[in-house]
């Protein structure tokens, strides 16, 4: 497998990673996972895009321009015969003596690679389970950035449970799941969290947010309680990886019927008709 590393192409087994690159030492950067179906990255501009917003937000200069950067993207799929999974891109501030403060000359790092992967058709059919946790990460969720801890202590502790992820609660209202946003259905309308500080604008949840329009399901991007998850007709969460995906139950209750809900299925249709035909299931 080819690895883009700078700007160069490189094999996984001749990649270096210096002990001093920022990204190890401090999570100093910000990454993308883009979807890759058919051999052609999906809504790759929307993720270029907030990968510069990121880079801005945390004073970081990308290597080179969004248009080089696709580019590149674009040949690292052709090099690697790429047709389904995940593409993996970040950005690290460089390696540089040890210092909290940014380092007068270091240059960014890019690397980006490949990594095959199903859609998950079983637990977009049946649903998944979902405990609730603390939101103990920083406030700056608008940032995709490689810090990551908060989200994976609140994933591990919904796997101890047997569950698949986590519904993130910060002062009583439900933001997002730890590597998902969260939706859900009450009488008939959508609810989602604003895109503000407190959550990832995330590419699939403008895209969903699209479709309902299109499909003239009401929507309202308004803060909402932990408590109406549980009176909640419907709950999905949707995300690069698992597209729509419904949450049948929450903390060990049932959501509505304990099926996949009537406006998720509508949704979900919607979507797999914007992913290219030849893609296997
Ligand atoms: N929220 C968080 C915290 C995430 O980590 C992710 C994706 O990794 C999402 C939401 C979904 O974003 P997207 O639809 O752009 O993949």
Same mark, same amino acid.
């Given at each position: ?11 996984? *087994? ?13 999570? =100093? ?38 248009? *080089? ?11 690697? =015969?790429?047709?389904? +999974? ?40 049946? +649903? ?13 969720? =608008? ?33 997002? +799941? ?23 604008? +995330? ?47 929450? =903390? ?30």
């Amino acid at each position: 497998m080819m690895i883009l590393y700078d700007d160069q192409f490189k094999k996984r *087994e001749d990649v270096r990673i210096d002990i001093e690159d920022r990204a190890y030492q401090f999570g =100093d950067g910000i990454y993308e996972v883009i979807r890759v179906y058919d051999g052609k990255p999906f809504y790759l501009k929307e993720h270029l895009e907030r990968l510069e917003k990121s880079a801005k937000k945390i004073r970081l200069n990308l290597p080179y321009s969004l248009d *080089e950067l696709e580019d590149r993207l674009n040949q690292l799929i052709k090099q690697n =015969d790429f047709t389904q +999974g995940n593409l993996y891109l970040q950005v690290s501030r460089g390696t540089a003596p040890r210092n909290h403060a940014f380092p007068k000359n270091s240059a960014p790092l890019l690397i980006a690679y490949t990594q095959p992967a199903e859609r998950p058709v079983k637990e977009q059919t049946e +649903g998944i389970r979902a405990i609730t946790a603390e939101d103990i990460r920083w406030l700056w969720c =608008d940032v995709k950035s490689l810090n990551l801890l908060g989200a994976v202590l609140a994933k591990q502790e919904a796997h101890d449970k047997h569950c698949k992820e986590a519904i993130f609660i910060r002062d009583g209202i439900v933001t997002e +799941g730890s590597s998902t946003n969260l939706f859900m259905v009450k009488d008939g309308m959508l609810l989602t969290h604003p895109a503000d500080h407190f959550i990832l604008h +995330g590419i699939t949840r403008k895209i969903t947010l699209q479709l309902a329009d299109q499909l003239q399901i009401p929507v309202s991007e308004k803060k909402f309680g932990k408590e109406s998850l549980f009176d909640a007709d419907e709950i999905f969460i949707t995300s690069t990886t698992m597209e729509i995906c419904p949450v049948v139950e929450v =903390d060990g209750k049932t959501i509505g019927d304990g099926c996949p809900g009537p406006l998720t299925r509508r949704l979900q249709e919607a979507f797999k008709r914007l992913i290219p035909s030849k893609t296997e299931a």
